[in-house]
T-cell receptor
Framework: GAVVSQHPSRVICKSGTSVKIECRSLDFQATTMFWYRQFPKQSLMLMATSNEGSKATYEQGVEKDKFLINHASLTLSTLTVTSAHPEDSSFYIC????????????????FGPGTRLTVL | AQKVTQAQTEISVVEKEDVTLDCVYETRDTTYYLFWYKQPPSGELVFLIRRNSFDEQNEISGRYSWNFQKSTSSFNFTITASQVVDSAVYFCALGSYTGGFKTIFGAGTRLFVKA
């Protein structure tokens, strides 16, 4: 199979602190990982795309300095929410693909179970 | 622009009823992929189906069926004989390569199946 895990599954933190969320591909090498944010009763919004060893590509409107993404290895990507505030409270979901994203053929995305962040 | 529209915000049905979830998409790409995902209260996305733009064949999988019509840019999902366990949020999504591969999700349809 192709399993993606996220840690922690749930985190509560105080306003002003930074929180790191890990996304791991457990049984495959993930060339590309995606980070999504989902507010309550809303859709998934793509935040950024990260390729191993290079800088993440952020979607318009997503603050790079606020949401730091590191994809240092083929099995791990991290999302750090810096100086978190209550408005950052959300469900964060990562996904991973096995192969480099290209325009030839579909590259299946495997989704993690999500991390629920609550900022007090 | 890439866009997925799920006009039905919430649907409530009684068990054993059939229900169709609508999905309309917009893209200028000739090659694209359409998906349906289920999101139960736990939050984890469950993949249901993928269709590429060159395959308009409808598909049936147990109580689930999908109707893909390029002429109307629609990819509708029908659950036959609904069950309480079908209660969840269902997302339609579009994957394409414009500006790098991305998956765009619709707003989701929340389905309530009452016993």
């Amino acid at each position: 199979g192709a399993v993606v895990s996220q840690h922690p599954s749930r985190v509560i933190c105080k306003s002003g602190t930074s929180v790191k969320i890990e996304c791991r591909s457990l049984d495959f090498q993930a060339t590309t990982m995606f980070w999504y944010r989902q507010f309550p009763k809303q859709s998934l919004m793509l935040m950024a795309t990260s390729n191993e060893g290079s800088k993440a590509t952020y979607e318009q409107g997503v603050e790079k300095d606020k949401f730091l993404i590191n994809h240092a290895s083929l099995t791990l990507s991290t999302l750090t929410v810096t100086s978190a505030h209550p408005e950052d409270s959300s469900f964060y979901i990562c996904s991973a693909t096995k192969y480099p994203v290209s325009s030839s053929g579909y590259n299946e995305q495997f989704f993690g179970p999500g991390t629920r962040l609550t900022v007090l | 622009a890439q866009k997925v529209t799920q006009a039905q915000t919430e649907i409530s049905v009684v068990e054993k009823e059939d229900v169709t979830l609508d999905c309309v998409y917009e893209t200028r790409d000739t090659t694209y992929y359409l998906f349906w995902y289920k999101q139960p209260p736990s939050g984890e996305l469950v993949f249901l189906i993928r269709r590429n733009s060159f395959d308009e064949q409808n598909e049936i999988s147990g109580r689930y069926s999908w109707n893909f019509q390029k002429s109307t840019s629609s990819f509708n999902f029908t659950i036959t004989a609904s069950q309480v366990v079908d209660s969840a949020v269902y997302f339609c999504a579009l994957g394409s390569y414009t500006g790098g591969f991305k998956t765009i999700f619709g707003a989701g349809t929340r389905l309530f199946v009452k016993a």
